[in-house]
């Protein structure tokens, strides 16, 4: 339904009046502080630049690059012109990214100075492509240079477009376990009513900081903090990426009050010699979130005073979805309690019922904050979202206090003679191992089961273990059909570009039975 009564926020315009003098972005990339005014006025500049470029209302723009400045002018840019964001994850392959272009027909392709060789490797396959735009050097003749932008007015030049709350302001792709990542259209309203419910519901406000570490292809790099802090007037710190040693630094001294991370991110964190002394008192909230938790690292905050809880979000919805308040972090372990304000959330049977209490089923998730659907895909959409629910693969369990649990992916679960084994809570048991680093678990077929549970495993430097020693300690933890069957010990686990442990390379690589 068109909402085109509802008026669609320019948000820096907004804050700018609002708040004109408030510290908006730290970019501790270039050492530039910006204040909503100057963000405001710099992402004007880019908006006249886009349009002297022929950029209008629904044309695309795909960036190809690293946290930096201009890519978030050009995200802010995109909500004045009503231009659409297409992020591209610069961890897929130039075929793959080929593919996404070829499917989203962009006018104009930004790309930073990491990726001029794979750009040039693409030029001959998108000519659909008017515009290659060097965001930090030129890398042929004939592209266009972000710097010209700052000849431009500090002031819209034309009007701002009446924008519909159902219009696309970003493709944001998912991770996907099979073909080509899906594009969620994230729509004006979508990411409006994100920010709305955190906003609220996790009682951000004008005086709360955050490290924006997360890629800012991936919906947690735009959406869990860094849109609801525009929305509030808070700060945002801009960095490369995720770095432990600044992380530590800025949470001693950069005044940071929010952070939220990656289970892999707060396991480098704990296992870094800085740890120790490490104090995160003065942060409000520590989030985890984009893969289950790990119980060990919970109990680590803990030790250390600190409400550390789990989060969950997908790209399709938000990504922000429930809230468990700090008196309940330790009496309900891993839960992620309450779907925040304007959210509505269910778990149900495959026959579409609803499951009984503790009773695992499929998260069913609706609201305004949920994608309308897939771009150019209109059968995916209509798998993904019946009678208006978002059906998000994800199974979950919600106790008879009403509170929910993430338990696991649908397609991740591991059946073995018949019973249903959830990776989330063997991998949880394995960290608890003081020689396991990080571990992982996967199903193998078996002729006898059906399938079995396979356990992949880094160990902590200079530690020493054997597939019987890891498989002996989760026999005391775990009723006998959750023990995985056989390990592996690996260098290093596989990471997708959100940070998260790539469970399908693992299973490409080591989910065949042993010979």
């Not at 150019?376 to 509170?403: F, K, M, Q, R, S």
Request: one cysteine or more; a negative charge; aromatic letters at 10%.
């Amino acid at each position: 339904m068109q909402q085109k009564s509802l008026y669609v926020t320019d948000f820096l315009e907004r804050r700018a009046q609002l708040t004109p003098d408030r510290l908006a972005i730290r970019d501790t990339i270039t050492g530039r502080d910006y204040t909503y005014a100057e963000w405001n006025a710099q992402a004007n500049q880019t908006a006249n630049y886009l349009r002297a470029l022929g950029l209008r209302q629904g044309d695309r723009i795909a960036v190809y690059a690293t946290n930096c400045m201009a890519y978030l002018d050009i995200w802010m840019a995109c909500n004045k012109l009503g231009v659409i964001l297409q992020n591209l994850n610069w961890r897929l392959t130039p075929a793959e990214l080929q593919g996404l272009i070829a499917d989203t027909t962009p006018k104009a392709l930004a790309y930073s100075d990491d990726f001029i060789e794979t750009t040039n490797a693409l030029r001959p396959q998108i000519p659909g492509v008017e515009h290659f735009i060097a965001l930090n050097a030129l890398a042929q003749p004939g592209d266009r240079c972000f710097g010209e932008r700052d000849d431009y007015s500090t002031t819209l030049t034309t009007p701002r477009p009446d924008l519909d709350w159902d219009a696309p302001w970003v493709i944001c792709y998912t991770g996907g376990t099979t073909g080509l990542p899906k594009g969620a259209i994230l729509t004006h309203g979508n990411m409006t009513w994100n920010s709305i419910n955190t906003v609220m519901s996790w009682g951000l406000d004008q005086n709360d900081v955050t490290i924006l570490n997360s890629p800012l292809f991936h919906t947690g790099g735009l959406n869990v903090f860094t849109l609801p802090l525009i929305h509030a007037g808070g700060t945002n710190i801009l960095t490369a990426g995720f770095d432990v040693d600044q992380t530590f630094d800025l949470i001693k001294d950069g005044g940071v009050t929010l952070f939220f991370g990656v289970p892999t991110m707060f396991v480098k964190l704990q296992t870094h010699p800085r740890w120790a002394e490490a104090d995160f008192s003065r942060l409000k909230l520590v989030i985890s979130g984009g893969a289950p938790c790990p119980m060990p690292i919970f109990e680590r905050f803990w030790d250390k005073g600190i409400d550390f809880k789990t989060g969950y979000g997908l790209t399709e919805a938000g990504p922000n979805t429930f809230w468990l308040p700090a008196a309940d972090v330790r009496r309900k372990p891993g839960a992620v309690g309450f779907p925040l304000m304007h959210v509505d959330v269910k778990v149900v049977r495959p026959d579409g019922t609803r499951c009984d209490a503790g009773e695992p089923g499929e998260l069913l998730i609706r609201g305004p904050h949920v994608t309308p659907g897939y771009w150019n895909n209109p059968a995916a959409t209509a798998e993904a979202i019946v009678n208006g629910w978002l059906h998000t693969g994800d199974l979950a369990t919600c106790d008879d206090e009403g509170y929910y649990t993430i338990v696991g992916r649908l397609k991740d679960m591991i059946i073995s003679g018949g019973e249903n084994i959830y990776p989330a809570e063997v991998e949880s048991v394995m960290y608890r191992h003081p020689a396991i680093h990080e571990a992982a678990l996967i199903g193998v077929p078996d002729e006898t089961w059906g399938e079995v549970g396979r356990a992949i495993v880094v160990t902590e430097p200079g530690h020493s273990l054997i597939g019987e020693d890891v498989i002996e300690f989760l026999r005391g933890h775990l009723a006998r059909y959750k023990v995985p069957k056989s390990v592996v010990f690996v260098e290093a686990l596989p990471k997708t570009g959100a940070g998260k442990i790539d469970k399908k390379a693992l299973a490409q690589q080591f989910g065949q039975p042993e010979a």
